[in-house]
């Protein structure tokens, strides 16, 4: 396995290595968590829980229990989220991922752990969001004929006017599945890719830590890029120690000549 320094240096030689086998891949798979939109200030979830907000216990605010046990409350919390995200922009990591697949057509499937949509906002297109969307909404129970969620009535949570169905946030939640034809897809990535890069991740939360054992044990190459040491670290052929912000720019970066693909 190639490695650099620590102490968020990255070492030249195993950053070119990494560029080449960016270059030389057809297909490439990325894989982004919470660490890649640190730098633009998006907080965890638990760490967003301050204030008035740090007296509740995470489980209650994002599971479908906590929510129909305070509806209200919970859609609070998640309005409050929403808010503090709103006031951030996508950070470098975000632009070189965007960048790079606009200038390689069809050659990027990008799979995010973030419900934040920063990816979106930076140009991304077609992101795998495997825990969910914040800015989108779905119905808490299946819907009647007459449910529409351009008519709803007022109140925190709306909710539909004939039957009461409350719209809840369209993330995954405690106890909850990720979305089956997203994670069908990240994985055909995973497994058919030359190339994963897992950016700004632990590795610990499953099924999406899964990605990386998949593609390794398909054999394909499997780069981590994240400020400290993870758990997927065993597996990959390369580690880069360092920010997205810098890490992302420099493996992404098409101006080395490195080998052509």
């Known amino acids: 396995m190639t490695a650099c320094t620590p102490e968020n240096t990255l070492d030249a030689a195993s950053v070119?290595?990494?560029?080449?086998?960016?270059?030389?891949?057809?297909?490439?798979?990325?894989?982004?968590?919470?660490?890649?939109?640190?730098?633009?200030?998006?907080?965890?979830?638990r760490d967003a829980q301050t204030g008035y907000w740090a007296q509740f216990r995470a489980e209650d605010m994002a599971s479908e229990a906590g929510f129909r046990a305070n509806p209200e409350r919970v859609w609070r919390w998640y309005q409050h989220r929403r808010e503090l995200i709103a006031?951030?922009?996508?950070?470098?990591?975000?632009?070189a991922l965007a960048d790079w697949a606009r200038q390689h057509p069809d050659r990027m499937t990008l799979v995010t752990q973030n419900v934040d949509g920063?990816?979106?906002?930076?140009?991304?297109a077609d992101v795998l969001c495997l825990h969910g969307d914040l800015w989108q909404d779905r119905w808490l129970n299946r819907p009647c004929p007459q449910c529409n969620p351009e008519v709803l009535s007022d109140g925190e949570p709306p909710a539909c006017p004939h039957c009461g169905n409350l719209r809840r946030p369209g993330v995954v939640w405690f106890g909850e599945m990720l979305p089956g034809s997203v994670l069908a897809r990240a994985q055909a990535a995973a497994e058919a890719c030359d190339l994963l890069l897992v950016v700004g991740t632990a590795g610990v939360v499953y099924p999406a830590a899964g990605l990386a054992q998949l593609a390794h044990r398909c054999g394909r190459r499997v780069v981590v890029l994240n400020t400290t040491a993870t758990d997927l670290d065993t597996v990959a052929d390369a580690v880069l120690r360092g920010p997205a912000t810098v890490s992302l720019a420099a493996v992404l970066a098409m101006d080395d000549g490195a080998g052509a693909g």
Not at 87 to 95: D, F, I, R, T
Not at 118 to 124: I, K, N
């Open 87 to 95: 006031a951030v922009q996508p950070n470098a990591a975000h632009l």
């Open 16 to 45: 070119h290595t990494v560029r080449n086998w960016v270059a030389q891949a057809s297909r490439l798979c990325v894989l982004t968590g919470a660490g890649v939109s640190a730098a633009s200030g998006v907080l965890t979830f």
């Open 118 to 124: 920063l990816h979106q906002r930076a140009g991304s």
